[in-house]
T-cell receptor, first 113, second 114 residues
Framework: DAGITQSPRYKITETGRQVTLMCHQT?????MFWYRQDLGHGLRLIYY???????DKGEVPDGYVVSRSKTENFPLTLESATRSQTSVYFC????????????FGPGTRLLVL | AQSVTQPDIHITVSEGASLELRCNYS??????LFWYVQSPGQGLQLLLK??????LVQGIKGFEAEFKRSQSSFNLRKPSVHWSDAAEYFC????????????FGSGTQLTVLP
């Protein structure tokens, strides 16, 4: 009953470095999502994926790259981290039905120095 | 574009008191509405959701919410708050389009006094 997991849970990096956040779900959900959570903004959608090899931008995609070669995995890469990308990142998944519910992972807390 | 407003950033109630968290949304069609709760250091857990039908929705942990189309609101209520309810609460609206995107409010932090 693993559900949806994220790794690492905490990460400290430096400006300019590449960072990859991992997300894995065991439900075979078709949809997966990446959000960032910042004080005063709630959660904002970065990217989402409707199926393997299908991804699309959300509200705040700049500076991020995603891929989805397998249904269960949806990594998020910061190609050149900036301080403004310091945030808590949440991955979510849903089964894609019309009345779906999104299920969230525990989050990754990222600090960019 | 859809949007969600949670007017109360922080609410403090005493244990045993009733609770109402406000949520107003903007969406052109019939909305899909959700309330999520986030305990410190945790991910988001779904409390309840509304898609259609009965406008009073029951959720987990004794919470309920009422959809009022005329007021564009989906307020969350609980008759008697427990100390374990202290958390951050997020209202969200979902689109019926293919993107399945949720738009979240900025959250309401609930503090429960003993």
């Amino acid at each position: 009953d693993a559900g949806i997991t994220q790794s690492p849970r905490y990460k400290i990096t430096e400006t300019g470095r590449q960072v990859t956040l991992m997300c894995h779900q065991t439900w075979s959900h078709s949809y997966m999502f990446w959000y960032r959570q910042d004080l005063g903004h709630g959660l904002r959608l970065i990217y989402y994926s409707a199926a393997a090899d299908i991804t699309d931008k959300g509200e705040v995609p700049d500076g991020y790259v995603v891929s989805r070669s397998k249904t269960e995995n949806f990594p998020l890469t910061l190609e050149s981290a900036t301080r403004s990308q310091t945030s808590v990142y949440f991955c979510a998944s849903s089964d894609g039905t019309r009345r779906e519910t999104q299920y969230f992972g525990p989050g990754t807390r990222l600090l960019v120095l | 574009a859809q949007s969600v407003t949670q007017p109360d950033i922080h609410i403090t109630v005493s244990e045993g008191a009733s609770l109402e968290l406000r949520c107003n949304y903007s969406y052109g069609a019939t909305p899909y509405l959700f309330w999520y709760v986030q305990s410190p250091g945790q991910g988001l857990q779904l409390l309840l959701k509304y898609f259609s039908g009965d406008t009073l929705v029951q959720g987990i942990k004794g919470f309920e919410a009422e959809f009022k189309r005329s007021q564009s609101s989906f307020n969350l209520r609980k008759p008697s708050v427990h100390w374990s309810d202290a958390a951050e609460y997020f209202c969200a609206v979902g689109s019926s389009g293919s993107a399945r995107q949720l738009t979240f409010g900025s959250g309401t932090q609930l503090t429960v006094l003993p």
